[in-house]
Nanobody
Framework: QVQLVESGGGLVQTGGSLRLSCAAS????????MGWYRQAPGKQRELVAA???????KHADSVKGRFTISRDNAKNTVYLQMNSLKPEDTAVYVC??????????WGKGTLVTVSS
C-alpha cells in the first residue's frame, strides 16, 4: 500500500556530501514519523535521523551537526543531507515510515560508500 523508494547513494571521498531522497507512493503528511536508518556489514541497523508530521526532528549523536533530515510534503519526499562524510558512515541507508494502518514501511535501501 505504501511504497518507499530511496535514491541518491553513491561513492564519495571523506569530507564529501550526498543527499538521499525517499519518495513515497502516497502522501507522507499523515505518517507520524519518517526516518532514515543505516545498516553496515556486521552491525545492527541503527537510527540515523527521524522527522515527525509536526516537523520535529531527531538525529543520532554520531551524525548530529553533519546530517540533516527534512521533508517536502508536496513532493511526498523525505531527504537526508549528509555532509562531512566519514568512512564509518558507509552503509546501506534505508527509509522508514510509520505507523500507517498500524504498520511500518521500509524501502529497499541505497548504498553509501565513503572512501578514505
Amino acid at each position: 500500500q505504501v511504497q518507499l523508494v530511496e535514491s541518491g547513494g553513491g561513492l564519495v571521498q571523506t569530507g564529501g556530501s550526498l543527499r538521499l531522497s525517499c519518495a513515497a507512493s502516497g502522501s507522507i503528511f499523515s505518517i507520524n514519523t519518517m526516518g532514515w536508518y543505516r545498516q553496515a556489514p556486521g552491525k545492527q541497523r541503527e537510527l540515523v535521523a527521524a522527522i515527525t508530521s509536526g516537523g520535529v526532528t531527531k538525529h543520532a549523536d554520531s551524525v548530529k551537526g553533519r546530517f540533516t533530515i527534512s521533508r517536502d510534503n508536496a513532493k511526498n519526499t523525505v531527504y537526508l543531507q549528509m555532509n562531512s562524510l566519514k568512512p564509518e558512515d558507509t552503509a546501506v541507508y534505508v527509509c522508514q515510515g510509520g505507523p500507517v494502518g498500524g504498520m511500518d514501511y521500509w524501502g529497499k535501501g541505497t548504498l553509501v560508500t565513503v572512501s578514505s
